[in-house]
C-alpha cells in the first residue's frame, strides 16, 4: 500500500502502470506535508488510515 499526496498521484499511478501494476490503488492525503501542523498531519494520518483499512477490507 502506498500512501502519497495528491501532487504526486499522477506521477504514482505512471510508474504503476510501466511496472505492470495498472490500477493499482494509492492512499491519498492532502500536499503538502512538510510545511503542514501537528493538526493538519494528526488529519492526515487519519485519512491514511482510513484508506488503508478500506483498501484491505475490499472485497
Known amino acids: 500500500m502506498a500512501v502519497m499526496t495528491e501532487r504526486f498521484v499522477s506521477a504514482a499511478e505512471l510508474m504503476a502502470r510501466v511496472l505492470g501494476f495498472p490500477g493499482y ?3 491519498i492525503i492532502p500536499h ?3 510545511s503542514a501542523t501537528d493538526d493538519s498531519l494528526r488529519d492526515m494520518a487519519r485519512i491514511a488510515a482510513d ?3 478500506r483498501s484491505l477490507l475490499l472485497p
Open 32 to 34: 503538502p506535508v512538510s
Open 25 to 27: 490503488t494509492f492512499v
Open 51 to 53: 484508506g488503508v483499512r
